[in-house]
């Protein structure tokens, strides 16, 4: 399934207006689950870190993480980074426009070349990492960049029925991925072995998250794949799955997942 397509599409349109941008990240925070959980890490480990962090965006995309933490935390400077050279230029616009450009710069990079050292107290890649077949070197990378006790989340699908492939005979949503998910041990294994001293898993997607995916992105994304004149049929299409995806996002959000689609991994230097 074609995802680039669809997001520069999309990305075409809201960028006429930065209350388009806005209303945009107000309703992935809405409607993606995954925004749910890596918000509340946000909120909660966040606020633990200096008052002054200085954090990196690795693979920024629209721009919403960057937006919603320069938001949560006014004396946060946030360097973003996207291989994407279109985004990085929309979303220096629209934060000069906004007048958080001070705060927040995007820079076009590719993560397999990231050469900081000791740089950052924060790195934060979502939904990234399924689409780097270097992902050891980019942990390294992202290991070296990190200053002592600095912290990286991540956000990517699992082995257990991420990107949609729940069996051999399946293949990935998502045509851009290089993987379909990383298994706990896996992922724990190439973090420490990249130097990360302390590594947290946890599962999300379970059953009630798994539904709501399926309901807010895997239908709505096959509906486009075939004719982008059911970017017209969607704000109806959300006004009957969108009350039903919010009651099941949160209870992936507040009960633990033995299993899921998705993992939240938290690593410390």
């Known amino acids: 399934m074609q995802y680039e397509s669809i997001k520069k599409s999309l990305g075409e349109f809201i960028t006429k207006s930065p209350f388009l941008r806005k209303t945009l990240y107000l309703?992935?925070?809405?409607?993606?689950?995954?925004?749910?959980?890596?918000?509340?890490?946000l909120r909660k480990t966040g606020s633990h870190?200096?008052?002054?962090?200085?954090?990196?965006?690795?693979?920024?995309?629209?721009?919403?993480?960057?937006?919603r933490m320069s938001r949560l935390y006014k004396g946060w400077k946030i360097k973003a980074v996207d291989i994407n050279s279109e985004q990085v230029k929309d979303c220096n616009e629209f934060f000069k426009r906004t007048g958080l450009s001070e705060r927040v710069t995007f820079e076009k990079n590719d993560l397999t070349f990231l050469h900081e050292t000791d740089n950052y107290d924060f790195i934060i890649t979502v939904d990234v990492m399924?689409?780097?077949?270097?992902?050891?070197?980019?942990?390294?990378?992202?290991?070296r960049a990190l200053k002592r006790n600095g912290i990286l989340?991540?956000?990517?699908?699992?082995?257990?029925?991420?990107s949609d492939v729940h069996n051999d005979k399946d293949t990935s949503f998502i045509d851009e991925h290089v993987r379909?998910?990383?298994?706990?041990?896996?992922?724990?294994?190439?973090?420490k072995a990249a130097g990360f001293n302390k590594v947290s898993v946890n599962y999300t997607y379970g059953k009630a998250g798994s539904l709501s995916w399926v309901l807010s992105m895997k239908y709505p994304v096959e509906m486009i794949n075939k004719s982008y004149l059911f970017f017209i049929i969607l704000p109806f299409y959300y006004l009957f799955a969108f009350p039903v995806c919010f009651f099941l996002n949160i209870i992936d959000l507040n009960f633990k997942n033995k299993t899921g689609t998705?993992?939240?991994?938290?690593?410390?230097k």
């Open 130 to 143: 399924e689409h780097i077949k270097e992902d050891e070197l980019v942990f390294r990378n992202f290991c």
């Open 49 to 67: 870190l200096s008052c002054n962090a200085y954090v990196l965006d690795a693979g920024s995309g629209f721009g919403q993480y960057s937006w």
């Open 27 to 41: 309703l992935l925070d809405l409607l993606l689950l995954r925004s749910w959980h890596v918000n509340r890490f």
């Open 262 to 268: 998705g993992l939240l991994v938290i690593a410390e």
């Open 153 to 162: 989340l991540i956000s990517t699908p699992s082995d257990k029925g991420g």
């Open 180 to 191: 379909d998910g990383y298994g706990n041990e896996e992922i724990t294994g190439k973090l």
